[in-house]
Structures are given as C-alpha cells and as structure tokens.
C-alpha cells in the first residue's frame, strides 16, 4: 500500500476534477492531425486538403511499389520481387490508414470526448483509492515512445545513402524518368523521405492510439474494482458512522510487500485521508449506511456500464481496421523473415541491409505483440469484478444492496472481446498463429534452400 499522499484530497474527491480530451488524448491527437488522419482546424477545404496531400505521398510510393514488383516477377530475383511486395504492403497499408480514419474522424473525436466526459478519475474512496494518473502518464509514454520509435525507423532507413555518401535513393523503386540526373534526384529524394516519415509515424501512431485507450479502459476497469472493494468502508464514510474504528483499520493495513498481488492491472493503491473525508461528508445530508451503500453500488455500476458501452464502441470503430492491420503485419512480418533468412543463407555481407530488414522485422512483430498481447489483457482484466466484490465484505449488508450485486455481477461475466473484422480476436492465440506460420515458412525455406544446393 503506498502511504504518499495525492495533493489535496478535496479536490481529489470534488466534481471539479474532471478529465479533459487535450488532456487524455493530446499526444494522439497531434499525430493524427500530422499525418493527415484528422483535418488540421485552419480551414475546412486547407484542412482536407493537407489530409490529401499527406495521403497522396503514401499512395504514390504504393503505386511505384507495386509497379516494380510487377515489373520483377518477369525478369527480376526472388529478393527483389519480396522487398519490393513489402514495401507495397507498407505504404499501401499507409494510405488505408490514412483514409479509413479521415472518413471516420468525426466519430473518432466524438469516441474520445466520450471517455473524457465520463472517465473516472478515482474510485471511490475508502480506507484507500486509486487514481487514474498513472495509467494516463503511461499511455502518453507509449504513444510518444512507439510512434518516435517507428519515425526513427524509418528516418534511420531514408538516411542511409546520405550517411554513406552513395548517389542513390533509400528506396529503390520504378520511375517513368531517370531519378539521378541533377536536381531530380534532390527532389525525389525528399519525396521518399517524407513519404517514409509519414509512413512510420501513420502506422505508429495508430497502433499507439489502440494500445493506449486499451490501457485507460485497463485503469477505469482498475476504479471499479477497487471501489466495488470500498463498498463497505464507502457506506460507512458516507454514513459517518465509526469513523475512529475505520482510522485503526487502516492503520492495520499490510505493506507493499504483504499487499495482495495483481489487484490492478495499471493502477497505484493510496491511503486515503480519512479526517478531510469525513469533514466533508458531515457538511453534506446525513444518510443511512443502507442507503450508502446502495448509493455506492448504482454508481459502480454506471461506471461498469460506462466502460462496457466503451468497449463495444472501441470494438465497432477499430475492427475493420483491426482486420487489414492483421493481415498487413502478417503478410509483412514473413516477406521481412524470408528475405532476412535468404541473405543470411547466401551469406550478405552488407551491414546496412541487414540492420534496417532487422529493424523492419522487429518493428512489425513488436506492433504484433502490442494488438494481441493488449487485447488479451483487456479480456482478461474485464471480467474480475467477482474477484473485486469478494475483497468488499458486501454479505455483510447483502439485503440492502443484493438487487443491485446481481445486476453488476451478471453484467461482469461478459468478457470484453476486441477483434479483426468479426472474425478471429485479437489475443495471444493469434500472435501464437502468426509466429508459428513465420516458423513454419523459415524451416520450409531452409529445407527447399539445402535439398537445392545438395541436388547441385
């Protein structure tokens, strides 16, 4: 239990502490508005236009892909047709992106300003709280964090003939005209780079946007149970009755190392403040210690149904995307794997495409890792509300408020399921599919690769 204080525990507790959408979702909304995903607000027509031009630098890079992959397939090497399919797959994805959220961007922001008028910042208070601040600081972390992470990429990948000193482009793709003539190559050039830097950020930014509303529906479903655990000590607050034997409670709780483990998935158990509550309580109309736990119990489920109609909203507006995005980083993360194992197998010696096709690789199966592995975490955090109300001593006062505990706990055995267009969700089951097929490619290529060179 963590004995530090929160600030001032009346405004912790009053209404004027209130979530606000610059607040929660700055960080993502500043890089959608950069890569042309939401209208930037100087003007309807200059604000969709701005998205278009940033769409249309990802769609041409798409176009030049696939007219070079096309191109390979007839006279070019199986490492060439490979990397220039994966770039497709890339900047193609790049552009779906880029469109699906323009087209839906108002009902995105309407989504968001959602959570944040309704998004509790703490639970209710008892011997202890938790607080939704951590859970915020850590999906600003990630967002900032992954999204720089996938811009430095692919910077790192656009720089490299520049830091080599080489008269080449980053990207190796079919143009109508000779890129390498003056003065073209200087403008093509920074075509690629920009069209790489919006690349990287598109696609951090959104997998960054489902990571982190998956962590503050983690911290929000963290407020429930730990004010469905409050319940009993709540009732007693808020019906000024044994406010000294309360005090001796909480002194009698365990320490940080006798706490039980994995209460909250995101969020911080504090002491709570029992004078200033208990002052404030007496200003207000005396109640019933029946009436406040039925009081408690209404409002731990209209948060319950809050984060409930949250989910399945969060579920409606990113499955379709969920679908591509899957199919994306699978077909990409095996295009990165086969053509990795076939240079390594003909022994490449050239240090730079060996880091960046690495770099690619980890990248794409880190955004893998983050879809599934989240999602399953919210799956299973979403149905521990049973666990909660087994910590609150609520048989105590089960005639009071049983009506009320049966409509919670038949809501809570519906777990919260997000998935890929309806058809497979998005879990550890399916990162477990995709690394088994990336195994499964890698061993058939190194079996046909050495029954070749056996046969030679």
Not at 103 to 118: D, G, K, M, P, V
Not at 154 to 178: E, I, N, Q, R, S
Request: proline letters at 3%.
């Amino acid at each position: 239990m963590d004995t530090r204080a929160l600030g001032d525990t009346t405004l912790l507790y009053s209404h004027q502490d209130k979530p606000r959408i610059p607040d929660l979702f700055v960080a993502q909304i500043i890089f959608l508005k950069a890569t042309g995903q939401i209208p930037m607000n100087f003007g309807y027509g200059l604000g969709y236009g701005f998205c278009f031009i940033i769409i249309i630098q990802s769609l041409h890079m798409a176009v030049l892909f696939l007219k070079t992959a096309y191109d390979k397939l007839l006279d070019g090497e199986l490492e060439e047709i490979t990397d220039a399919l994966t770039m497709s797959i890339i900047f193609s994805f790049s552009v779906y992106a880029g469109c699906y959220w323009l087209l839906r961007w108002q009902r995105l922001l309407a989504f968001l300003q959602c959570i944040s008028h309704h998004y509790w910042h703490h639970s209710l208070p008892g011997l202890s709280f938790v607080c939704w601040h951590r859970t915020f600081v850590l999906a600003k972390r990630v967002t900032i964090a992954w999204t720089l992470a996938c811009v430095a990429g692919t910077v790192l990948y656009g720089l490299g003939p520049l830091v080599m000193g080489a008269h080449v482009l980053p990207l190796k793709c079919w143009y109508p005209f000779d890129p390498l003539q003056p003065y073209v190559y200087e403008l093509v050039y920074a075509l690629q780079l920009s069209a790489q830097i919006i690349m990287g950020a598109t696609l951090g930014n959104c997998s960054a946007l489902f990571v982190s509303l998956i962590i503050l529906m983690c911290g929000q479903f963290d407020v429930l149970y730990c004010s469905l655990k409050n319940l009993n000590y709540y009732g007693r607050l808020r019906a000024c009755c044994e406010v000294e034997k309360l005090r001796n409670e909480q002194a009698a709780l365990p320490k940080i190392s006798d706490d039980e483990l994995n209460q909250y998935m995101y969020c911080r158990e504090h002491l709570t403040n029992l004078s200033t509550l208990q002052h404030l309580y007496t200003q207000e109309p005396a109640v019933t210690l029946p009436k406040a736990l039925h009081m408690a119990v209404v409002q731990c489920v209209q948060l319950h149904r809050f984060i409930l109609d949250v989910c399945k909203e969060f579920e409606e507006l990113f499955n379709p995307f969920c679908l591509v995005k899957s199919m994306q980083v699978t077909l990409q993360l095996c295009l990165l794997v086969f053509i990795g194992v076939a240079l390594l197998l003909q022994g490449e010696r050239s240090t730079v495409r060996i880091l960046n096709l690495a770099q690619y690789a980890i990248l794409t199966f880190i955004e893998v890792l983050m879809f599934t592995y989240f999602g399953e975490l919210l799956r299973g955090h979403s149905v521990r509300c049973d666990e909660a109300f087994g910590r609150s001593q609520w048989w105590t006062h089960s005639v009071a408020i049983r009506k009320d505990i049966l409509i919670l706990l038949a809501n809570s055995k519906r777990a919260v399921r997000l998935t890929a267009g309806k058809f497979y969700a998005m879990d550890v089951e399916r990162l477990r599919s995709v690394s088994v097929g990336n195994v499964i490619l890698v061993l058939s290529f190194i079996v046909e690769w050495r029954w070749s060179e056996s046969n030679l």
